[in-house]
Every structure is written in structure tokens, then in C-alpha cells.
């Protein structure tokens, strides 16, 4: 229990600090997201985005027409979230993604859970645990999007200057998939190579994209 206030206490003071920084705003890595989810985002879906942190992707599917639970662990995450997308989401969720209740509670009942740069901030077991609620969360043909940072890039050397308090193991495409491995994979790869407008995502994103995702049902 007092090892899950330190995390929270950890989260609320990154998003003190971090209210507007790049973190908060449009990035390539932000805009290649939204280029997958694109394919399958469409009015009237029922959206989770778990790990919403300044609910810059609640704001998108928001603006998408969907109907959106942004979910953080940080009340200071939801409270900058909840001015980002001016108090549009159906309902901002203080929850642990590890607590059966909430799967309980919201069993078969999304069409999309969203997440990025969640999974690697928790120990295997957890994860797995985690995503077991969210095929429990979704509807039968709903889809859960993962992106996940990559270990072989650049950014694994630099995150630590920039999110010293926060611990983060980076996946490879193997050990996402492997995650994954009880869901029917239907896209998976790599983004974000070089910040520029033509980077060769589609021809070695899976190996040295900064971001790693999967597309499952």
C-alpha cells in the first residue's frame, strides 16, 4: 500500500512539473500515433484510454467523435487532462489498472483501450495482468492499441534526464508480441525513426523505431 502512494506521489509531482512541456504537445511520435489509429477510430465508439497522463490522446478520440474514459493513476495527470480536452471525457477515472473491481465493472465494455507508455513503467507479471483486464474491458471484436518505447534507440539513454523519478523498462517487438501472445495480433511495427516528415517507419521502424506498437483484438 505504501509502496503504491510513492508511485502516485512519484506521478502527481511529474505532472507538476510537466504540465507543458513537449510531453503535453504535438509531437512526430504523437502524430505517426494518431496516423495507425486513424485505420480504425470512428464516430461513436466507446474509447478507454488507460494511462491518459495530459490526455492528449483523450482529446483526439474526443475529437473523433468517440466517447472517451480518460484512466490515471495521478489525480494531477487527470486534472491536466481534464482541462486539455475542456472536460469532454465521459468520465475521468482515479483507478488502478491492477484492481479487478474496475474490470468487473467495466467488463465487455469498450470498443478501443488506447494506451501509451504505460506498460513499461510495470514488472511482467503486472503487465500481464493488466492486459488480461483490458481483454476482459473489451467488447468481443474491440481492439486494444499498445505503444510501447522501444530499448534499442536513442531515447533509452535520454529518458532518464528527462523522467529521472519514473522507472522504465523498453520492450522489443518480441517481448511485445509475447505480451500480446493470448490476442489475435492484427498490426504491428515500429514508428518514428527520425523527427522529420519522411522517416523510413514502414522499412525498419520494428527494429529502431523510438516507439513500438500492436493493433489486437
Known amino acids: 500500500m505504501v509502496k503504491g502512494a510513492e508511485m502516485r506521489e512519484k506521478w502527481d509531482d511529474y505532472w507538476n512539473r510537466n504540465e507543458r512541456t513537449r510531453f503535453t504537445r504535438v509531437s512526430w511520435s504523437k502524430r505517426r500515433i494518431i496516423g495507425i489509429l486513424d485505420e480504425y477510430v470512428k464516430d461513436g465508439l466507446v474509447v478507454l484510454d488507460a494511462g491518459c497522463g495530459?490526455?492528449?490522446?483523450?482529446?483526439?478520440?474526443?475529437?473523433?467523435?468517440?466517447?472517451?474514459?480518460?484512466?490515471?493513476?495521478?489525480?494531477?495527470?487527470?486534472?491536466?487532462?481534464?482541462?486539455?480536452?475542456?472536460?469532454?471525457?465521459?468520465?475521468?477515472?482515479?483507478?488502478?489498472?491492477?484492481?479487478?473491481?474496475?474490470?468487473?465493472?467495466?467488463?465487455?465494455?469498450?470498443?478501443?483501450?488506447f494506451t501509451d507508455g504505460l506498460f513499461e513503467h510495470f514488472p511482467e507479471d503486472s503487465q500481464r495482468n493488466i492486459l488480461d483486464g483490458f481483454v476482459?474491458?473489451?467488447?468481443?471484436?474491440?481492439?486494444?492499441?499498445?505503444?510501447?518505447?522501444?530499448?534499442?534507440?536513442?531515447?533509452?539513454?535520454?529518458?532518464?534526464?528527462?523522467m529521472p523519478q519514473i522507472k522504465e523498462v523498453?520492450?522489443?517487438?518480441?517481448?511485445?508480441?509475447?505480451?500480446?501472445?493470448?490476442?489475435q495480433i492484427l498490426r504491428s511495427g515500429g514508428l518514428n525513426i527520425l523527427p522529420v516528415r519522411h522517416s523510413p517507419d514502414k522499412l525498419i521502424g520494428r527494429y529502431f523505431g523510438m516507439l513500438l506498437y500492436i493493433i489486437c483484438t
Open 54 to 113: 495530459s490526455g492528449f490522446f483523450s482529446n483526439y478520440f474526443i475529437s473523433s467523435g468517440c466517447r472517451v474514459y480518460s484512466l490515471d493513476y495521478s489525480a494531477r495527470a487527470l486534472g491536466v487532462a481534464r482541462r486539455l480536452t475542456r472536460d469532454r471525457s465521459e468520465s475521468y477515472l482515479q483507478r488502478d489498472l491492477l484492481d479487478k473491481r474496475l474490470t468487473e465493472e467495466f467488463e465487455h465494455y469498450f470498443d478501443i483501450i
Open 170 to 183: 523498453p520492450f522489443t517487438l518480441s517481448r511485445l508480441k509475447s505480451l500480446h501472445s493470448r490476442c
Open 136 to 162: 476482459t474491458m473489451k467488447k468481443e471484436d474491440g481492439l486494444i492499441a499498445t505503444f510501447v518505447p522501444n530499448k534499442f534507440t536513442l531515447w533509452t539513454l535520454l529518458r532518464p534526464l528527462f
